[in-house]
Each structure stands twice: as structure tokens, then as C-alpha cells.
């Protein structure tokens, strides 16, 4: 509960911080902005849009932009992003895809996260230049690829070791891993065979007894 509570918990803290600086921080870059708006002769905001969109489609407005504001809100928005990612990836791993006494990878979870904060942010940089779409496309693709590649050459996980509270970590081990639950004991708690050997030595012992006594009485 601890990792889910963490998660949300720094999810909504990077959400709030990039709204300030939204609010707050300029993006673009005042002095380019006002020789921009005088040599266009913009009076009103609609016109500004449209020169700014004009900007974005040809590659250029990068010249425009304020960088170090951009760095900062950039990378707010791809921390929220990547929290917000990976609270949802262990949440619906718990409830989909693991076993009640799993626990869902929080390492899965955030690779997958990073490699979906850099295909967003491979996206944004495209925009800014004005790349083809083909290659928005390929570097999903390209993600993807990556991500079955990583699936499928990562070494299987080392079994998570849970015990008891108060618990001798010598005598019990509960060993969970993705696909199968075992207990396993360094040192027998209980073993039927030596159960059935002591119940077995009581009797001999207890008969054993009863023929001396019955001797005993036989002589007298």
C-alpha cells in the first residue's frame, strides 16, 4: 500500500508544481516575441496565434521559445507523467495480472514508464521541428520493439522473500514469485515421518512396561 500511496502522492505534487509554472513562467522568449509582433504589426491575440501557428508548422519557432522555461516545464510534465504512469501500471497489474500474494513490479513499472515519457517527448520535438509524421510513427514502433526485446532478454526475477513478523527467518521461508507460490523450510517445523516414529517408540516403550509389569506380577 506504501508504493501505491507514494506514487499517487508524487504524482499529484509534480501536477501541481507544473501548473504553477504554467501559470507563471513564459514560454516564450519576450525580446524575439516583441520584434516578432512589431515587424508582423500584431495588434490582437487571434493574429498572434495564427503567426505562431505558422511558426510551429514550419519548424521555426524554437527560435521564439524561452528554453530554459521549457526545460523546466518539460520536465515537470514528464515527472507527473511518469509517476501518474507507473501508479496506474502496478494498480492494474495487482488487479489483472497477479495473484493475490504478488506483488506487482514497481521496476517494470518504471521502465515502461520512461520509455513512454521519451516517446512523448520524441513527439513534442518533432512538433517543434516540424518532422514528419512517419517518424513519430517509427519511434513508437521503435519503443515497442524495444520494450519486447528488454520482456524477453531480462533474466527471471529473484523470488521475493516474505516472513512472519516475530518469525525465525531460519525455519520458514515464504518464497513468491510471477508464476508460482511455494513454501519452502530450511529447517523442518513439522515432518510426519519423525511423528510416526516417536508415536511409534511411545507404544514399544508403553508395551514394553506392560510386559515387565505383567512379569512382575507372574513371579509374585
Avoid at 7 to 25: G, K, N, P, Q, R
Avoid at 115 to 140: D, H, K, M
Avoid at 199 to 207: G, H, K, L, S, Y
Amino acid at each position: 500500500m506504501r508504493k501505491y500511496l507514494i506514487l499517487f502522492a508524487l504524482c499529484v505534487f509534480f501536477i501541481a508544481i507544473s501548473y504553477y509554472l504554467v501559470t507563471t513562467l513564459n514560454p516564450f522568449n519576450e525580446e524575439q516575441i516583441a520584434q516578432l509582433v512589431r515587424s508582423e504589426n500584431i495588434k490582437v491575440s487571434e493574429e498572434f496565434q495564427e503567426v505562431v501557428t505558422e511558426l510551429v508548422d514550419k519548424g521555426l519557432i524554437l527560435e521564439f521559445l524561452n528554453i530554459r522555461n521549457i526545460f523546466l516545464l518539460g520536465t515537470t510534465a514528464a515527472l507527473a507523467v511518469l509517476t501518474g504512469f507507473m501508479f496506474l501500471h502496478i494498480t492494474i497489474d495487482k488487479l489483472f495480472f497477479r495473484k493475490f500474494y504478488e506483488q506487482p513490479s514497481v521496476q517494470l513499472a518504471l521502465r515502461r514508464g520512461v520509455l513512454v515519457c521519451f516517446g512523448l517527448v520524441s513527439v513534442f520535438i518533432y512538433r517543434l521541428f516540424a518532422a514528419e509524421w512517419y517518424l513519430v510513427v517509427l519511434t513508437i514502433v521503435l519503443l515497442i520493439i524495444v520494450e519486447l526485446m528488454i520482456s524477453r532478454m531480462a533474466p527471471e526475477p529473484e523470488p521475493e522473500v516474505l516472513t512472519a513478523e516475530g518469525a525465525d527467518p531460519d525455519s520458514a521461508i515464504v518464497a513468491v514469485t510471477p508464476n508460482k507460490f511455494k513454501l519452502r523450510f530450511k529447517r523442518p517445523i513439522f515432518s510426519l515421518k519423525n511423528w510416526v516414529t516417536n508415536f511409534r517408540e511411545t507404544v514399544m516403550q508403553q508395551v514394553a512396561e506392560s510386559q515387565v509389569s505383567v512379569d512382575e506380577d507372574e513371579e509374585e
